[in-house]
């Protein structure tokens, strides 16, 4: 039973910060890679962000890199999303999601990600 759960949404305004979190269990944490996605009303869901089981290497979406940093603490089971310098655009649900073969999922094709948290709402206000 692979379970992800999402926490740390809230409202804030421009040029805030949040940090969202993402505990894992049922899974070999440290060899799964974890993504950030994305979706706001009537938009297809986006990728934002990844890193690998190791924590070695992330990957970001280019209107976020730069302000978000993707971080994860395997003894844990909990991957990180520090988003600073938030803008109205990233007002959006946001997901975390778990894929076993890191070189098919750091693409951020959302489909190659086979388990997925339940969200958690992020709303920046101008």
């Known amino acids: 039973q692979v379970q992800l759960v999402e926490s740390g949404g809230g409202l804030v305004q421009a040029g805030g910060s949040l940090r969202l979190s993402c505990a894992a269990s049922?899974?070999?944490?440290?060899?799964?890679?974890m993504g950030w996605f994305r979706q706001a009303p009537g938009k297809e869901r986006e990728f934002v962000a990844a890193i690998t089981g190791n924590g070695v290497s992330t990957y970001y979406a280019d209107s976020v890199r730069g302000r978000f940093t993707n971080s994860r603490d395997n003894a844990k089971n909990t991957v990180f999303l520090q988003m600073n310098a938030l803008k109205p655009e990233d007002t959006a649900v946001y997901y975390c999601?778990?894929?076993?073969?890191?070189?098919?999922?750091?693409?951020?094709?959302?489909?190659?990600?086979?388990?997925w948290g339940q969200g958690t709402q992020v709303t920046v206000s101008s």
């Open positions: 999601a778990a894929c076993s073969r890191e070189w098919r999922c750091t693409s951020g094709i959302p489909n190659r990600y086979p388990y």
């Open positions: 049922g899974l070999t944490f440290s060899t799964y890679l």
